[in-house]
């Protein structure tokens, strides 16, 4: 993969300056990839990005109704302005207008680390996905060299200043789905150089994403996952239809016969004679 390295024709968010120009590049084009090759093949009617409106995660995906919403932490129409893109909606990530069972596909690109609540943001979509709907999450890993340096960057903000990003663990995030019914069938990691700002250094050291995708997979600088909603089934009986049933304690049990002259042997006569 190639990477300019006097200039980057992708904007940097204001919250990956901790990360650096090169590192956001590579986090952004990274997950383009990704978003390109498994929504595409996503079908249904209904699909909602919430935030992050560089990457256009819905490009390849063929329903008829796409939308990007603009979260409650993105208020600034200087991020939006710079892609060009217009919002189509606004909404808080925390209570999400659509009604229950109503969208087929929910991509969050780095929304729950950036939410004031990232669990009821999951309620959320859980609520308005259908059966069987997909949710695309997208985060940076706090294991990782990538997130280490975000949270640096963020402690050195002042008290007075909103936290920008509050990073999630994978394997937490995980729990959170599987709690949720969420089933992940796909989870993937990217980004093993250190946040460095040459973009030159970053390409002389490419050598450790070969590695750490081969032996240690889990400390990648940016996790994705996508999980499809799971609602068990089940047969409703009426009341009348269930009584019906003849329970097995209404049953006859087999009882001994007393008739000793089937299957019984008398004893023979010649041993009570020898006693």
């Known amino acids: 993969m190639e990477f300019k390295i006097i200039e980057s024709k992708h904007s940097e968010a204001d919250w990956l300056a901790g990360l650096g120009q090169p590192v956001a ?18 079908f249904g009617y209904h699909a909602v990005q919430l935030g992050w409106p560089e990457l256009q ?26 892609t060009g893109i217009v919002p189509d909606l606004g909404l808080d990530s925390r209570a999400w207008p659509w009604p229950a069972d109503s969208l087929d596909l929910v991509v969050l690109p780095h929304t729950l680390e950036r939410s004031m609540d990232p669990h009821a943001c999951l309620r959320e979509v859980a609520r308005v996905l259908i059966p069987e709907g997909q949710l695309l999450i997208t985060g940076l890993n706090p294991l990782s060299a990538w997130g280490w340096q975000q949270a640096r960057s963020e402690r050195r903000r002042l008290p007075t200043e909103p936290a920008m990003t509050s990073l999630l663990g994978y394997r937490r995030l995980r729990d959170w789905l599987r709690l949720l019914g969420f089933e992940v069938h796909v ?19 490419g ?25 068990p089934g089940g047969l409703l009986l009426n009341g009348r239809r269930w009584r019906t049933v003849r329970s097995p304690a209404a049953s006859t049990v087999p009882v001994a016969r007393s008739d000793t002259s089937i299957g019984r042997q008398s004893a023979p006569k010649d041993i009570f004679e020898s006693r």
Not at 193 to 204: D, I, K
């Open 25 to 42: 590049t590579r986090l952004l084009v990274w997950e383009q990839q990704q978003a390109d090759e498994l929504l595409a093949d996503v």
């Open 57 to 82: 995660a819905l490009r390849t995906n063929r329903m008829p109704h796409r939308w990007v919403a603009q979260p409650e932490f993105e208020s600034a129409p200087a991020a939006w302005r710079k």
């Open 187 to 205: 989870s993937r990691f990217g980004g093993w150089t250190p946040a460095l700002g040459s973009e030159r250094w970053m390409q002389r050291l």
């Open 207 to 231: 050598w450790m994403d070969a590695m750490g995708q081969r032996w240690c997979p889990i400390l990648g600088g940016v996790y994705l996952l996508l999980a499809t909603k799971r609602v």
